[in-house]
């Protein structure tokens, strides 16, 4: 619960260890309860962390907080303020491929880190701080109905790294064309494939990623960009491998209200929900890995032609054409910039009827939705498709649902649930290619769901158990899916 005074009073500190995702866990907690004066108080904070979790090169460092205000108006009125966040830190693994944990001796094989400095350094680096603020007005009617009013506002940040790289292979260690077996199934080299498998078992550099290599590699590099113009705009160390981090920011602000009414055997409520979204996401520069910039290109346009000396850049391969021949450093954005903005209002009910031995259960929900993409740059090849809002698209979907429980006695039961509905296509999977321009799938609807259940539950003083048998069906389903092609990484409906 977030209101203040039903949590148990008191004052609280707990230390855990544990050997998964984090090693140590710290709490504190303070709970007044509810005061003389109608006012109640909650403070809370903690932590999680570990240098290293059980996969190797996966640091876990992760704090909460937690405040709550109350102040009871009255004998029908109560307020209450609840402000929370949770900012982490955290390495990832990768699943990787059975030759790889073979070779590796573990089934815990992450490809993800690598040794510098003789430290291990994870590439793909999770980030998130996302604080939720709540408040919350509860008015008791009378002693059997109430009306329940909240308005919340969140934003904050969220963020993967990986390491990224403008020509050559993939330098992951695990990709199929590092391991020894691109030698026995590709190249039929036998010899080859045996110098290989060794090197992967004891080389560890050569099963993990070798950070050394990405600096050699970027501070052999001089180049000078020149624009369109002639002009030189950059020189110095290029970036040819550097770590980016994709962000998925966000501020959404949502207003609920809900009135409940129960009397003897009825109980219904009614109420409304409504949300403003908006997400930002960008890519930016994490670590030049020792160069001096990042040239703001799409490598497939350029057809792993490097901009050498005096070499112009094709227009269609600026990610941004509003400020063409982008020279990125530490903290800029680059590659793709766009804002997801999602509108949603909904009006639900549902009563519930008890007999003696049935009790039954109706609802039925409308919501409208309305989204669109607000590309923030303009994309070198969807020019005149990717800067600006795209078309709005809105969706009027409906839910219901019932159901029925039939007591046969007080240790049997027969349950009967049935629901249809619809759902608005997420915004994520309305886009051709979100990233990069406005265009719509086409022929977009709304998912269908029919799905049923019958339960029968047992209820013995040393068993408990349940048999139930489901059906569901989804019509008019969609997703989009990132799809790795050898040279281009597409997205496909």
């Not at 003389?36 to 403070?43: C, E, K, L, T």
């Not at 059980?54 to 909460?64: I, K, L, M």
């Not at 009027?396 to 296509?425: C, E």
Request: proline residues 2%.
């Amino acid at each position: 619960s977030m209101m203040a005074s039903e949590k148990q009073k008191g004052f609280r500190a707990a230390y855990s260890a544990g050997n998964r995702a984090y090693r140590h866990r710290a709490m504190i907690t303070y709970n007044s309860g509810l005061l003389p004066s109608g006012w109640a108080f909650s403070v809370s904070g903690s932590r999680r962390y570990a240098e290293e979790g059980y996969v190797d090169g996966c640091g876990y460092d992760a704090w909460a907080y937690f405040l709550g205000i109350e102040k009871r108006i009255g004998e029908q009125h109560t307020l209450n303020f609840a402000g929370f966040g949770a900012p982490r830190t955290n390495g990832r693994t990768s699943a990787s491929t059975q030759e790889a944990y073979d070779l590796a001796g573990s089934n815990y094989y992450n490809p993800n880190w690598g040794y510098q400095n003789g430290k291990k350094r994870n590439a793909s680096i999770a980030k998130s701080h996302q604080p939720q603020f709540i408040l919350t007005h509860k008015w008791k009617i009378s002693d059997k109905s109430d009306l329940t009013t909240s308005a919340a506002y969140g934003f904050g940040r969220y963020g993967t790294t990986s390491i990224s790289w403008v020509s050559g292979n993939d330098p992951r260690p695990d990709y199929y064309k590092n391991l020894p077996s691109y030698y026995l199934y590709t190249r039929m080299n036998l010899d080859k494939y045996e110098e290989e498998k060794l090197d992967w078992e004891t080389n560890v550099n050569r099963r993990q990623i070798d950070w050394d290599k990405f600096y050699t590699a970027n501070r052999n590099r001089v180049d000078q960009i020149f624009d369109e113009n002639g002009t030189m705009i950059a020189a110095g160390f290029r970036a040819n491998y550097y770590v980016q981090e994709r962000r998925s920011d966000k501020r959404q602000f949502n207003l609920s209200s809900v009135y409940n009414y129960s009397y003897d055997n009825l109980s219904w409520n009614v109420g409304i929900n409504a949300a403003i979204f908006k997400g930002y996401n960008f890519m930016t520069i994490v670590d030049l890995l020792g160069a001096d910039y990042y040239l703001d290109i799409d490598k497939y346009v350029m057809r792993d032609s490097i901009a050498e000396a005096g070499q112009r850049i094709p227009m269609a391969a600026n990610s941004n054409l509003n400020n063409p021949n982008h020279i990125c450093h530490v903290g800029d954005k680059c590659g793709y910039y766009y804002i997801a903005n999602t509108n949603n209002a909904e009006l639900f009910g549902q009563v519930v009827y008890s007999f003696p031995k049935l009790e039954l259960m109706g609802g039925a929900k409308i919501k409208y939705v309305n989204f669109w993409r607000t590309g923030k740059w303009r994309n070198g090849i969807h020019a005149d498709n990717s800067y600006g809002d795209s078309k709005k698209q809105n969706f009027v979907n409906f839910s219901i649902k019932a159901g029925a429980t039939y007591k046969l006695n007080g240790r049997n039961y027969v349950i009967l649930n049935t629901l249809y509905q619809t759902d608005a296509p997420s915004f994520q999977n309305s886009f051709e290619t979100v990233r990069t321009n406005n265009a719509v799938v086409a022929d977009l609807k709304s998912r269908k769901v029919i799905a049923t259940d019958l339960s029968y539950n047992i209820k013995l003083p040393t068993l408990k158990a349940r048999a139930s048998v489901y059906y569901s069906q989804n019509l008019d389903d969609m997703s989009v899916r990132n799809v790795y092609i050898e040279g281009r990484d597409e997205q496909t409906s």
